[in-house]
């Protein structure tokens, strides 16, 4: 299971953390990811850590979201600073296997309900 928290309405320019709690599985050694729905568009591969630890972020969030994991609490966050209208979605995270490698939705298979993300002034 998973189940994130975080979200809500903030101005352009403000800050959200978002959180990802799991349970059931350890996120550490399984491909984790944060992944966002705009209305009338795909789910998007926002940010990923993969078995290997390598951290992927896409282009449009590079340099203000930063993707952090806690092994001990078994949560994962997504600090989202400098935040933009763009940027507004309901935001998911999700679970894949050890050999997951890429931010693609269709990798994973373990989703939270995920959580709105409001950017507006």
């Known amino acids: 299971q998973l189940v994130e928290s975080g979200g809500g309405l903030v101005q352009p320019g403000g800050s959200l953390r978002l959180s990802c709690v799991v349970s059931g599985f350890t996120v550490d050694g399984y491909a984790v990811g944060w992944f966002r729905q705009a209305p009338g568009k795909e789910r998007e591969g926002v940010s990923c850590?993969?078995?290997?630890?390598?951290?992927y972020y896409t282009d449009s969030v590079k340099g203000r979201f930063t993707f952090s994991r806690d092994n001990a609490k078994n949560t994962v966050y997504l600090q989202m600073d400098s935040l933009k209208p763009v940027d507004t979605a309901v935001y998911s995270c999700?679970?894949?296997?050890?050999?997951?490698?890429?931010?693609?939705?269709?990798?994973?298979?373990?989703w939270g309900q995920g959580t709105q993300v409001s950017v507006s002034s």
């Open positions: 999700a679970l894949g296997g050890v050999s997951v490698t890429l931010c693609d939705p269709n990798e994973y298979d373990y």
């Open positions: 850590i993969y078995s290997t630890e390598r951290i």
